[in-house]
């Protein structure tokens, strides 16, 4: 934005035989102090490898077509770099970069990778493994001619020690966020060719990570790393609206598991501190105490404790519904274009978070986002047509 320069002149002319006197000016007004660049996040590198289209589509040959879509060899790097945890304090945080080697400027994608359970550390981006979800599709679509950043999340790869804050929208933003600078840093120093362009996509966990690092970029952002496109998928976008669908609920849910490592993240990370038997029934309390990750039932009424469940229909805990509300990235108005994707038989992340946001950014004004429902898709059905309709949906711009 350029800056507007006042200059007032003001002359009084004589009104006797003496000279006149001499016009004054008015100092130019100062310009407000430009804010220093961002101090860089990125600490080092290394290269993982570098693998020729036909590796990477013979990755996908299970799903037609989609292998030749594969133009350029691809070299992956693993990324370290500073970034902030839940309580402010600078971490070492790592990823994966995925680089094609092009002859003109690519744009850059931020990869948000979903829900990854304490025992498949390995999966995480930056260690590419084959289990990881960047190995194959997201692979074949570096080699389209994307760069991709691709965060491990606080509590994976170089920061594995710390707990990962599950469904924490500001930290998975935030570690995305430095993420996508770092992989721009890199790139810099690698004289690798990438344009302004970025897009953001995501899946379940990566799908709510996306959404929150879309509203974080265009709020914080919005000069530096500009959203080109973002396209989530299967995100709990709603943390409110869910947290009473799961209190309510009276069938089988087969996500509760994941759902106590919600609640142990949100108090820990907003210092609740309450006692499990607050949350739980008996045996489950005792159980989850000796074990976070011990099975809990799939019935919500049997699981979760009378108080707890009062609490969250009822709104009666301000903290905890405070807590809940926080983590809410339904209702904003984006200003890039933004694709909701979501199964309509979605088992474990309902499809009213996709349709709710849908909604409230709609009624805020916002013109270009778009409702794309897989019709019958499963949490893991409908994840393989998301994959291919974002990449369809982010080839527009």
């Not at 270009?368 to 990449?391: D, K």
């Amino acid at each position: 934005m350029g800056l507007l320069w006042l200059i007032m002149l003001g002359a009084v002319p004589g009104c006797s035989s003496a000279s006149p006197e001499p016009a004054t000016v008015a100092p130019p007004t100062a310009p407000p102090p430009v804010a220093p660049p961002p101090a860089p996040v990125l600490v080092g590198s290394s290269l993982i490898g570098e693998y020729a289209p036909a590796q990477l589509a013979a990755r996908v040959a299970d799903i037609p077509l989609v292998g030749a879509l594969a133009r350029y060899s691809v070299r992956v790097y693993r990324l370290t770099y500073t970034t902030r945890n839940t309580d402010g304090q600078a971490v070492t945080a790592s990823g994966a970069v995925l680089v094609p080697v092009a002859p003109a400027a690519v744009p850059v994608i931020s990869y948000q990778h979903g829900t990854l359970q304490p025992d498949e550390e390995n999966r995480a981006p930056s260690y590419y493994s084959q289990s990881s979800e960047i190995w194959s599709a997201v692979s074949v679509l570096a080699a389209t001619g994307y760069v991709v950043s691709a965060p491990d999340y606080i509590g994976y790869g170089a920061s594995k020690a710390l707990p990962h804050p599950y469904e924490h929208g500001a930290s998975l933003a935030s570690a995305s966020a430095d993420m996508l600078r770092a992989t721009r840093e890199f790139c810099a120093q690698q004289n690798i060719n990438i344009n302004k362009k970025n897009f953001l996509l995501g899946y379940s966990e990566g799908g709510y990570a996306t959404m929150a690092l879309h509203q974080l970029l265009e709020e914080k952002y919005a000069a530096t790393l500009p959203v080109t496109a973002s396209a989530p998928g299967a995100g709990a976008y709603h943390k409110s609206a869910f947290a009473r669908y799961i209190l309510n609920s009276t069938e089988p849910l087969n996500f509760l598991s994941t759902y106590v490592w919600v609640l142990r993240t949100y108090d820990r990370v907003y210092q609740l501190n309450r006692p499990l038997s607050y949350y739980y029934q008996q045996p489950y309390a005792t159980r989850l105490q000796a074990d976070p990750f011990s099975a809990v039932p799939r019935q919500a009424a049997e699981l979760f404790a009378p108080a707890f469940r009062q609490a969250v229909l009822t709104s009666s805990d301000a903290p905890l519904t405070a807590t809940l509300t926080a983590n809410d990235v339904y209702d904003w108005q984006p200003r890039a274009p933004l694709a909701l994707f979501h199964g309509t038989a979605d088992d474990y992340v309902p499809f009213f978070n996709s349709e709710d946001a849908y909604n409230a950014m709609r009624a805020r004004g916002a013109i270009q986002v778009e409702l794309r429902p897989i019709p019958g898709g499963t949490h893991f059905t409908a994840a393989p047509v998301y994959t291919l309709q974002a990449y369809a949906f982010i080839s527009q711009f």
